[in-house]
């Protein structure tokens, strides 16, 4: 949408539009900003009533937090996340492209079989799950939880990849065909260029999930795999105050992850190359 | 460049004009078999484990308990009516977050797809929720802003006359609702912000030379196309809100009573209140059954991923190709 | 095209296996290694900063640590401990579990490490406390901190309403105090409603008990529908009604705490330990304004719960000789005096061991509590908390298996009561059928 062609009442409703895209990020913002606020806090002026916007700030919970072994736990985090998103998007990739280019005659009974993976609440199976990692002497080792969060997220990466593959269109597909590419060439130079905002988006989600999960984190880890959500959930105590002190935990948690949107966003841009194609 | 259904197969395939039918099967499966493969090994041992713990009357508090029970623990399950009453919960909880969710991710997606100043970082405060850890997250909204008398909502919300509301006591559900909404917003946003940006532009620029308003467009053209990202928000969405639990667990656990015992929730107290394996073994079976049962139901009938027109015309044409081995023969 | 992907796969699986022999797998720790889980409370956070001394004096030790919050940890170490995973050389439980755990054996025995160690004085450890984490004769944990419960309350507003605390007080008493200091912006007393039969239940589970209420009678047949235990259960959701806190259903120690230290309770009822909150500038705006009062009575003598958070070593552990050494030191009384001398004498931890209350600025620093606390604990009994007898032990809880799940959603329905959802009569009857059915099912002939 060319800018430049916008009369007088459209830049009116354009400048009304964009406030209110603000006031809709600054209302969904406002929790972490309010919990990023806290993570300054002494525990005294954590929680109170009426709140505090003002008060002297400290920065002895991140101290605490940093202090108590996060490094460890920063590093199996980032193995078991950047492992398994990159599995993640290996498989799902030539998957999803076997079940919209060129598919499968069963194409919808394998998508409905991923889907199904993820029916199981994780809960009811974690008993089995601890047991045959203790049998095969896998437990508090990261590749436990690389290979479960690579199994855990591949079903969102084939059905999301898939969707954005489905939009290519056949002709653009052919045209490079006739051009003599083969498949990998083929992929390389037009398909994934075309679905970047959807591989982007696909594979800010598989590191979101992956950074964040806990259950299986908290019971498969013991010292050595130690994630940083198990790490996280250790500032909250029951015979105490620790407001200030997981707020600040928690901040520090998402720094990683909140770079990563940021990084990924930037591919979310309108069609890059579809006009160049045409 | 016109390509009929039954001719695509043959020029897609023109390099190797002799393969077989069977060859070309192959070569479509190929790619697909490494993630199929490793799925099937990873989620299904786990799977057929538990479905095997769930026929053993098995309590880890009582060690040596362990002995086979056939079908007491679903018996004990399906008759039990705390078990309906978590499913009742469940539905509602899901359809609440997912309805809302979406509505919310694609009124956001619509605002930040215009290129306005500041867009980037607008993008990555409305995708902020989605990252932070739930089980921290919900722990701050139950506290820090939901509490009556110190959280930050009702303090907000008081020049409105609201006083010291109990949010998480009077109105359980609407809350966790809430904070599941609020986390899985970002989520639908980015799904459908995915799909705006593969909009074809110039369609949408000739509907405006065409004097089409910004609704009608909205109506005719976006809505269309989006839909089926929409339906695929709603299909992944649900099978992770279907499965809360971080929000049950810190904000209400589970209660007052059991208003906000779901399904997981109650999995959960199966598992490690009483340490009841096999009954938990068995709960978990029948959320897998009955979850297949209505995805089912919900896919094949009511959406159209599965009949999308554009794969269904890709699919191997075995007619054609048996039609080519008999000409080449 | 499919023979690369296979042989990509075949790659990633001997990438696996190779990464499994390199991180060292297999379960558990090896080498020197102690590996200890304990729940993440303000006093085991102390351990970790001071670990350093003890491997300093223990070179061939590295100890290291798992911290969860209560209910994680208890899961997790359930878990490992009931399927002998062996990923813990020690772990953290308390009076409910030792006793249960080691009939099961799955704890080590350490009456005999703790008679042959002279140094370590078992005599010294809190007689109630040592008979609660002991089965049949035999000692399965040691004590890392112990608690009873207490009536904290603001000595300055007593004194400007012109109320007095008695050196007994009565529930009675401590309900009519509550009425009168109750004002719009400020509860008369915090109570627990939160769900859970370590939550709600303590509290509530020791009114029961000196109302001249009690859980099972001699014969297993519940008894959560008597006149005793109704009147008990009444009160308490009436009390919180009528002066408690707001958000009650969701209130547990954290809230009240936070209620409390912020200025908006005139008192609270609950742990020992929560006075070394109270009392800890960074966290009260209430500091030096607190009396402590012995937990109210009814109908019996004394009141007031038991709980000691304490360390175990299961027999999956490698090395229990290393895992005794570090036992013993962090429960010792070189323990308290470096923690009382380097971090603060309010942050030692209390109950555990009688010497712990001679040392004087360790009294000082409590500001009251610590003579209420010891009068306490010397005075509670698990074998006779209730007016009547009953067939099982435990104040606040019934030492039972079942009663984890048992206790907790009986504590769900009060607070429903709480929330205004069902009436304490309805609740009350669904609590019964509840421990009904559990005792059926296991403890009634």
Not at chain 1, 122 to 137: C, E, M
Not at chain 2, 204 to 232: C, K, M, N, W, Y
């Amino acid at each position: 949408m060319s800018e430049s062609r916008m009369v007088g009442s459209s830049r009116l409703s354009g400048t009304m539009l964009a406030a209110l895209g603000w006031a809709a990020a600054l209302l969904m913002f406002f929790p972490v900003f309010w919990m990023v606020l806290t993570a300054f806090k002494h525990e005294r002026d954590a929680f109170t009533s009426p709140p505090k916007f003002l008060f002297e700030p400290t920065l002895e919970q991140f101290d605490a937090v940093l202090s108590g072994g996060l490094e460890s736990a920063l590093l199996n985090s980032l193995w078991s996340t950047v492992g398994s998103t990159v599995l993640v998007v290996a498989l799902a990739l030539p998957a999803a492209y076997a079940l919209s280019i060129r598919p499968v005659e069963k194409w919808t009974d394998v998508l409905f079989f991923f889907l199904s993976t993820r029916m199981l609440p994780v809960v009811g199976a974690i008993v089995p799950i601890y047991i045959i990692a203790r049998d095969i002497g896998m437990l508090d080792n990261i590749w436990t939880l690389v290979v479960l969060y690579t199994a855990m997220n591949l079903p969102i990466a084939v059905w999301m990849l898939r969707s954005f593959m489905s939009e290519v269109p056949t002709e653009v597909l052919e045209a490079a065909r006739v051009d003599g590419a083969t498949l990998p060439q083929e992929a390389r130079k037009v398909l994934f260029p075309m679905i970047a905002p959807g591989i982007a988006a696909t594979a800010l989600i598989c590191v979101i999930f992956a950074w964040n999960e806990f259950f299986l984190a908290v019971t498969l880890t013991a010292v050595r795999a130690q994630t940083v959500p198990v790490y996280l959930v250790g500032f909250i105590t029951s015979e105490g105050a620790f407001w200030a002190r997981l707020s600040a935990a928690a901040t520090l948690a998402a720094v990683p992850v909140l770079l990563c949107g940021w990084v990924a966003q930037r591919y979310l841009v309108r069609g890059l190359t579809l006009g160049a194609i045409k | 460049m016109a390509t009929t259904a039954t001719s695509a197969p043959r020029t897609l395939g023109r390099r190797r004009q002799t393969s077989s039918l069977s060859q070309e099967r192959r070569r479509r499966r190929g790619p697909l078999l490494p993630a199929l493969i490793f799925t099937i090994i990873v989620t299904q041992l786990p799977f057929i484990v538990t479905l095997v713990y769930s026929f053993f009357s098995w309590n880890l508090l009582r060690p040596g308990s362990r002995e086979f029970a056939w079908f007491e623990n679903y018996q004990e399950v399906l008759t039990g009516s705390r078990t309906w009453h978590a499913l009742l919960v469940t539905v509602m909880l899901t359809v609440g977050a997912v309805l809302a969710s979406v509505l919310v991710g694609l009124a956001c997606a619509l605002l930040v797809d215009r290129k306005f100043l500041g867009r980037g970082v607008c993008r990555t405060l409305l995708i902020a929720p989605f990252l932070i850890m739930p089980a921290a997250a919900s722990l701050l909204w139950k506290t820090t802003m939901l509490n009556p008398v110190f959280g930050i909502v009702n303090w907000v919300l008081s020049p409105l006359g609201v006083g010291d509301v109990d949010w998480a006591s009077s109105y359980p559900l609407f809350t966790i609702i809430l904070v599941e909404t609020w986390h899985w917003a970002p989520f639908m946003m980015l799904i459908l912000l995915g799909g705006l940006q593969s909009q074809d532009r110039s369609v949408l620029e000739a509907a405006r030379v065409d004097g089409a308003t910004a609704v009608q467009s909205f109506r005719f053209l976006t809505l269309p196309h989006l839909r089926q990202f929409i339906e695929l928000g709603v299909v992944l969405g649900s099978i992770y809100l279907v499965q809360t639990f971080d929000s049950i667990f810190m904000i209400t656990q589970g209660g007052p009573g059991t208003a906000t015992t779901n399904l997981p929730f109650e999995l959960y107290q199966t598992a490690f209140r009483s340490f009841d394996v096999g009954e938990a073994a068995a709960l978990g079976v029948i959320v897998v059954i009955l979850t297949i049962i209505i995805a089912t139901y919900a896919l094949r009938v009511i959406s159209r991923l599965f009949t999308d027109p554009v794969v269904a015309s890709r699919v191997l044409d075995v007619s054609a190709y048996r039609r080519n081995e008999e000409v080449a023969a | 095209m499919s023979l690369r992907f296979g042989l990509a796969l075949a790659l990633l699986g001997a990438l696996a296996l190779g990464g499994c022999t390199w991180a060292g797998a297999g379960g558990g720790t090896g080498g020197g290694t102690v590996t200890v889980a304990i729940v993440a409370n303000p006093q085991m956070r102390d351990i970790q900063e001071l670990t350093g001394e003890f491997e300093r004096e223990h070179p061939d030790i590295t100890v290291r640590f798992v911290t969860l919050p209560e209910n994680e940890a208890r899961a997790r170490i359930t878990q490992d401990v009931a399927t002998k995973a062996g990923q813990f050389d020690v772990v953290m439980i308390g009076t409910y579990e030792a006793p249960i755990w080691g009939r099961n054996d799955w704890l080590t025995d350490l009456t005999k490490y703790a008679r042959d160690d002279r140094a370590y004085d078992v005599d010294d450890l809190m007689p109630a406390v040592r008979k609660g984490l002991s089965a049949d004769g035999k000692l399965y944990a040691v004590p890392f901190y112990g608690e009873s419960s207490f009536l904290m309350y603001r000595k300055d507003l007593f004194d400007q309403a012109g109320l007095e605390m008695p050196d007994k007080p009565t529930w009675t008493q401590v309900a009519d105090f509550a009425r009168k200091l109750k004002t719009p912006d400020r509860a008369g007393i915090c109570l627990r409603g939160l769900p859970g039969w370590g939550e709600q239940l303590a509290p509530l589970g020791t009114v029961i008990n000196t109302f001249g209420g009690r859980w099972y009678d001699e014969n297993w047949n519940a008894q959560l529908t008597s006149p005793a235990t109704t009147k008990a259960v009444t009160f308490y959701l009436n009390l919180i009604k009528e002066a408690g806190e707001p958000g009650a259903p969701n209130a547990g120690f954290s809230e009240c705490l936070t209620a409390y230290t912020q200025g908006q309770a005139a008192m609270w009822y609950d742990a020992t330990v929560a006075a070394g909150s109270l009392e800890d500038p960074k966290v009260s705006q209430v500091v030096g304004k607190n009396g402590y009062a012995p937990a109210p009575v009814e109908e019996t003598d004394w009141s007031g719960w038991l709980w000691a958070w304490s360390l175990a070593i299961p027999k999956t552990a490698k090395d229990p000789d290393a895992a005794w050494d570090f036992v013993s030191w962090a429960t010792s009384k070189e323990y308290i005096r470096m923690v009382g001398e380097r971090l603060g004498w309010e942050r030692v931890p209390p109950g555990s061991r009688l010497s712990t209350y001679e040392i004087p600025e360790f009294v000082e620093a409590s500001a009251g509590s610590a003579e209420v606390t010891l009068d306490a604990l010397k005075t509670i009994d698990p074998n006779n908390a209730t007016k009547d007898p009953v067939p099982y032990t435990g104040i606040q809880y019934v030492q039972i298996p079942e009663f984890q799940d048992l206790g907790t959603r009986v504590s769900q329905q009060f607070a429903a009561v709480l929330a205004g959802n069902t009436s304490v009569e309805d609740a009350l009857q669904t609590a019964q059928e509840e421990a009904e059915a559990v005792a059926e099912d296991g403890y009634k002939d």
